[in-house]
Structures are given as structure tokens and as C-alpha cells.
């Protein structure tokens, strides 16, 4: 299609700057690399400054390496995790969505030259950007659920090696079903979907954005749920898991798929071993 040299010269100047802005992903990706470096700093010196009087930073920056479920319950804890996984889902999937929407602002344009009625850019992605708020929404409720049936105990079962490894081996698991290559296909090749899908109006153009969004979620759902393995505010393995789905969605195929699957299964069992050994020593230690 030749997105990388499009000038969107017969869109309105906001919407050919968006396009031209999304047909180079690599801008993107910079940008939201950085974005979650500085969400990283951001907590750890709110992390920091809640520990200052039982470890200070040096257990902060443990804090963002490893998992440190919240347990707290109520509203300004919902709110707090909410905007967690907003911020972690638009910053880590923004990038993969510059495909699709590029590829869009291109149709647009082209459509707009023939005269013909479009709409903007910015609908279809206020689309996507809505169809991840509402796996942020769920991701909370799922959370802060967790966090109220068993306010003592979640903090251990989610740092533990069982609940890790689980997570993990799931996630590699969903890589080669058929979901996630049906899901994965829609999201690597946008055009089709557009020519056989085009709409005219505001409102159609809305849905295909929250379309286009179910199948990224569709496609890259599990491996966001490792985040509740890993910690939810962990830095290092949000730009990790963002490398990842980039690569993925937009140059890799089945093959990088099924290799980025077998390689969580077997992170997964070492954690279930690791677990396991550390049960088995703990109950030998007890005798």
C-alpha cells in the first residue's frame, strides 16, 4: 500500500496527521517505549515514597521487578488499578494498531479524491481505544474481585510459583489455537477487512474500530494477563510483553506465534517446578 511515503494530501489536516503519524509504527513504538518508561519511574517514586520507612527505594525498585499484587479494596483502589490497565493497554497496543489505522487514513484518502463521503481517521481509533477500556474495565473487576473474596490471601497466591507457572503455560497454550490465528490474521491484514466491511458513516466507522479491537484482544489477551503474574506496575516486563506483541502483529507469522507459545509453556513448568520444589523442601524442612 505504500504507507510509509503517504502524504494524505486530501484529508482534513488533522485526520492526514494522524494518518501519516500511524503509517510510521516505528514513531509509535518509540513513543509508547517511553511512555512506559516514565509510568515506571512515576511509580516507583510513588512506591519510594510510601516505602520510605520500611525499606525505601531499594524496595521499590524490587517492587517493579517482581509481583506485588495490590490487595486493597474500594474505590480509590479501583480507580488506581483502573487507570493501571488503561494506561498499560493503550501504551502497550497502540503500536500494534498503526497497521490497521493507517491502512484506513489510506482508503480514506483515496476515497476522498474519488469524492466520495468518508470519515475520519480519529473514529476508528477512538473505536479500538474503546474496545481496550473495556478489557481495562474487565481486567479490574477481575482484580479487585480477587482482592475482596480474599484480601489476605491474594498477595500470596499471586506471587506464587503455581499461579505464575499457571498464567504463563495458559498464555502459551492460547498461541496455537485457532482463535488466536483467526484473530491474529484479521489484525495483520486490515485491508481486506476494510474492502469487504467499508462503511460510510460515523457510527459504522465506530464499530469497525471496536471490531477491529475485539480481534486485538482477541489475538493478544492472554499474553496481557501475564501482567497478574508479573506484577502490574513491573516496567521491565511491560516494555518486554510490548516488544513482543509489536513483533508479533506486525512481521511475525505463525511460526514466531508457536515458538513465543513454547517458550511460555516452558517458563511456565520451570515456575510449577520451581513451586513444586519449594513445597517439597518446605515440608522436609518441617520434619
Not at 240 to 251: D, G, P, R
Request: aromatic share 10%.
Amino acid at each position: 500500500m505504500g504507507n510509509a511515503a503517504h502524504r494524505f494530501v486530501h484529508l482534513p489536516p488533522a485526520s492526514g496527521r494522524l494518518g501519516a503519524l500511524f503509517s510510521r509504527p516505528q514513531r509509535i513504538a518509540a513513543a509508547c517505549v517511553l511512555s512506559l518508561a516514565a509510568l515506571g519511574w512515576i511509580m516507583l517514586g510513588l512506591l519510594a515514597a510510601e516505602m520510605q520507612d520500611s525499606g525505601g527505594l531499594s524496595r521499590a525498585i524490587v517492587a517493579l521487578c517482581r509481583p506485588e499484587p495490590q490487595t486493597a479494596i474500594g474505590a480509590g483502589a479501583a480507580l488506581l488499578t483502573f487507570s493501571m490497565w488503561t494506561a498499560m493497554a493503550l501504551a502497550m497496543m497502540l503500536p500494534s494498531a498503526a497497521p490497521m489505522i493507517s491502512t484506513y487514513a489510506e482508503i480514506a484518502d483515496t476515497a476522498a479524491r474519488k469524492g466520495e463521503r468518508i470519515v475520519s481517521p480519529w473514529v476508528i481509533a477512538a473505536g479500538y481505544g474503546l474496545s481496550w477500556l473495556g478489557f481495562a474495565f474487565g481486567a479490574t473487576a477481575i482484580q479487585e474481585t480477587l482482592a475482596f473474596l480474599a484480601p489476605s490471601a491474594t498477595g500470596r497466591i499471586a506471587a506464587s510459583g503455581w499461579f505464575s507457572g499457571l498464567l504463563f503455560v495458559v498464555a502459551g497454550l492460547y498461541q496455537f489455537t485457532a482463535l488466536k490465528h483467526a484473530c491474529l490474521a484479521q489484525c495483520q491484514r486490515p485491508f481486506a477487512f476494510f474492502l469487504t466491511q467499508w462503511q460510510t458513516t460515523a457510527r459504522g466507522v465506530l464499530r469497525l474500530g471496536l471490531k477491529q479491537g475485539f480481534y486485538c484482544i482477541g489475538c493478544c489477551w492472554a499474553l496481557m494477563t501475564l501482567m497478574l503474574a508479573v506484577g502490574v506496575v513491573n516496567a521491565v516486563w511491560m516494555a518486554a510483553l510490548s516488544l513482543l506483541m509489536i513483533l508479533e502483529k506486525n512481521w511475525g507469522g505463525r511460526r514466531f506465534s508457536r515458538a513465543l507459545g513454547a517458550g511460555l509453556v516452558a517458563v511456565g513448568m520451570i515456575l510449577v517446578a520451581g513451586a513444586v520444589a519449594g513445597a517439597w523442601t518446605a515440608d522436609n524442612s518441617a520434619r
